[in-house]
């Protein structure tokens, strides 16, 4: 986690923290469909402000004491970015001896680490799960002009040693807030942009995706292609082998959504 995604879920996540915490997981499906409910039910009210249950739930999340623990919020202070690793108790005391050699000896650069004592753990992955909704109720719960969201899953080249991402000085002005996320070992990456007011989030993506095409990463990384983002030549080959008459989905990855893919096989021949 960066920096500013671990604080925007601290300041926008704390009552999904609260609640997953203390509620359990298996009620929250039920929860979230309830909201939905409610949601669909204040928007038949014109006199109602928008997005009522979000800024409900922010009002009374900010009377809950701060969820992330004190450890992780001294980090926060003094580091950029955050790994979290979860390993079984068969290698917890190999992966304590490797990173004290890697701090001691310097090779960890200005960095630093602790073992979380088990509620520390839950505390910080549930954390970690916050994040991935902050900047929608971000969003949602700032008055005045719309924002609206670019919401990225991509994937890095895994020898890639430039992962964090610099954006052009003009198009990281048109981003209010920029929250990076991801995976480490799989180089995987979520990349959440509120936008500034007026900003149309279809013109900023098909910006980004410009760049992360010449940085050589992929996309989307963790959700399917859909009818949003075209699939490569190796893929719409899978697809070709898979399903010959183009009659499971029609048009996935942008293709063409005629059977037996004659829009394609006509093209190829011109």
């Not at 704390?14 to 669909?40: Q, S």
């Not at 004592?117 to 910080?124: M, R």
Request: include cysteine; proline fraction near 3%.
């Amino acid at each position: 986690m960066h920096r500013d995604a671990f604080r925007i879920a601290e300041a926008y996540g704390r009552d999904t923290v609260a609640l997953i915490r203390h509620a359990g997981t298996r009620n929250i499906p039920r929860l979230f469909a309830a909201k939905a409910w409610l949601d669909d039910f204040f928007s038949g009210f014109s006199w109602l402000p928008s997005h009522l249950t979000d800024k409900v739930m922010q009002r009374l999340g900010r009377l809950l004491p701060v969820q992330v623990p004190h450890r992780m919020r001294d980090f926060e202070v003094r580091f950029e970015h955050h790994l979290m690793l979860r390993v079984s108790r068969r290698f917890a005391g190999s992966i304590s001896e490797h990173l004290h050699q890697i701090f001691a000896s310097g090779a960890g650069g200005e960095g630093d680490w602790f073992a979380c004592t088990e509620e520390e753990g839950k505390l910080a992955f549930l954390h970690r799960f916050a994040a991935a909704g902050a900047a929608l109720r971000l969003r949602n719960v700032q008055n005045g002009k719309k924002r609206e969201i670019v919401a990225l899953d991509i994937a890095l080249r895994r020898n890639d040693r430039d992962w964090f991402e610099a954006l052009p000085d003009a198009l990281g002005q048109r981003v209010e807030h920029a929250l990076y996320y991801g995976h480490f070992l799989c180089h995987v990456l979520h990349q959440d942009y509120v936008l500034k007011p007026g900003e149309s989030a279809e013109a900023v993506e098909h910006e980004m995706l410009r760049l992360l095409d010449k940085r050589g990463a992929r996309y989307p990384a963790e959700h399917n292609l859909g009818h949003l983002y075209e699939a490569g030549s190796k893929i719409l080959d899978h697809y070709r082998d898979l399903d010959p008459c183009n009659c499971l989905n029609p048009g996935i990855g942008r293709s063409t959504k005629l059977r037996n893919w004659k829009a394609e096989s006509i093209r190829e021949q011109n």
